[in-house]
């Protein structure tokens, strides 16, 4: 998957296999409730999830214990327990970041980024929600392109040219 291969996706939150990523996750939250991690301020959440290539949803799974980027098959795949943990590069509009591969038997496999985990650190109503549509919008963005080399800017003095004065060409 690349990032040019991603295509928006009208309500791809409300998508069957996004809806279904949720409910796994209100079936975990019981067990987690009384865990130091849990952050009862935060609600289970989806976030901007769109087409990711040909085959795949990408967006923000949230919880009371962690925000993650989700790579979600569009097709479930089977569950497999020697993929679980293992660890892939995925390519996104702002660089290469590591995903691990997580799943569950409803679901399949997918794989997440850690954005925060955990996400104690949400403390106001609406927080954690606005941090991931920050954080989907700065993934997504491409990088700003950097000046030529030798090239520092419109005024064409380096540094060293600077402080000694010197124009250089």
Not at 11 to 28: N, S, W
Not at 74 to 102: Q, Y
């Amino acid at each position: 998957m690349t990032p040019d291969t991603m295509i928006p996706l009208g309500d791809a939150d409300r998508h069957p296999r996004v809806l279904a990523l949720v409910d796994c996750f209100r079936g975990i939250d019981a067990t987690m409730r009384d865990l130091p991690v849990y952050n009862a301020k935060v609600a289970i959440a989806t976030i901007g999830f769109r087409s990711f290539g040909s085959d795949a949803l990408l967006g923000i799974a949230l919880t009371p214990w962690f925000m993650n980027l989700v790579v979600l098959p569009v097709e479930p795949v089977p569950m497999d327990m020697a993929a679980i943990g293992k660890s892939s590069i995925i390519a996104l509009p702002a660089g290469k970041r590591p995903f691990v591969t997580g799943g569950d038997e409803v679901i399949g496999l997918y794989r997440a980024h850690s954005l925060h985990s955990p996400v104690l650190s949400f403390t106001l109503p609406g927080q954690a929600q606005a941090e991931a549509r920050r954080m989907l919008a700065v993934l997504m963005t491409p990088p700003a392109e950097e000046p030529a080399a030798g090239n520092n800017g419109a005024s064409g003095l380096d540094r060293r040219a600077l402080l000694l004065g010197r124009r250089t060409a």
